[in-house]
């Protein structure tokens, strides 16, 4: 009776499959650290418009104000870089997100 070619090349696919996964690290089996990212670092930031016909004591207030939001929005970016980096820390991933 002839011997199929099937049969060495199933064996050959499935010696290459074992080995392939021996090969392989193990999956851990510890869930990774997640961190709650704050609610102000998920608000988007909000910025002052001037009114349609804006004075100058309006551009002043608008002026003083989108510099409070820039500190704010700028303050909730950091808090959510801090966040990430120690979530990445806590998982034992040493990449700086901050490229510092």
Known sequence: MPKSLWT?????VCAA???NC???PPISMVAPVRLVLPE???RPCAL???PSEPTLGDL???YVERGAQIV???GARR???ETLEAERNANGKSASVTGR
């Open 8 to 12: 060495p090349i199933a064996l050959s």
């Open 17 to 19: 499959m074992t080995a």
């Open 22 to 24: 021996a090969a392989s």
């Open 40 to 42: 102000v670092a998920r």
């Open 48 to 50: 002052a418009a001037l």
């Open 60 to 62: 002043e207030a608008a």
């Open 72 to 74: 704010a929005c700028d």
């Open 79 to 81: 808090l959510a870089i």
